[in-house]
């Protein structure tokens, strides 16, 4: 089983928004309410960037990018909660023998400080965030590589995420997608998505695990 990060085992919105607006108080502009950031999230930094400075000048986003992370970088998990069900979640699969990874957008030594931070870490076999030269999400790339860390194949896995980005990457990678409806995902673009399966909760997943 693998998972997205942000919006669907950690409620991250707050530092994120953070960051975003990190970056526009870089350009002398108003911080924006989380709810305005959230739309943005899911695709990488570099796209949040883009989208809350409402910008197409590569060196501007480049600038608010330096800031975001730097910003991200320090306040790292200040405001950063696990979901609720995620440790009887991941008890539930390690008692069952069910290897499990990670695979975001987020930038992956920040994906892998946040895990560590959390106190899980622990759970996962293979952990990638976003790094150059290789595809974000919704290419399966990262997730091809994480089912090889973890010696299992895409037909016995499957991923789970809050967007639609993560319902493509899972079709993409030729696995079923679970959504998680606590996260940051539009509604209406999961639906056009087409997931799988639709939980509620993390608790809600650990009691359909058979």
Known sequence: MLFDLDGTLIDSKLDIADAANAARALFDLPPLPVNQVIPFIGHGLRHLIAGVL??????????????????????????????????????????????????????????????????IDGFFKAAFGDRPGVRRKPEPDAIFEALKQMEVTAADSVYVGDSAVDVECAHNAGMPSVIVTHGFGDKDELQKAGPDLVVGSLLELARLIP
């Open 54 to 119: 409402d910008s197409k000048s590569e060196a501007r986003i480049d600038e608010g990018l330096k800031a975001a992370f730097a910003h991200y970088d320090l306040h790292l998990g200040e405001k950063t909660t696990l979901y609720n069900g995620s440790r009887e979640l991941f008890e539930t699969l390690r008692n069952k023998d069910i290897v499990c990874g990670v695979v975001s957008n987020k930038p992956h030594p920040l994906t892998l400080r946040t895990l560590h931070l959390l106190g």
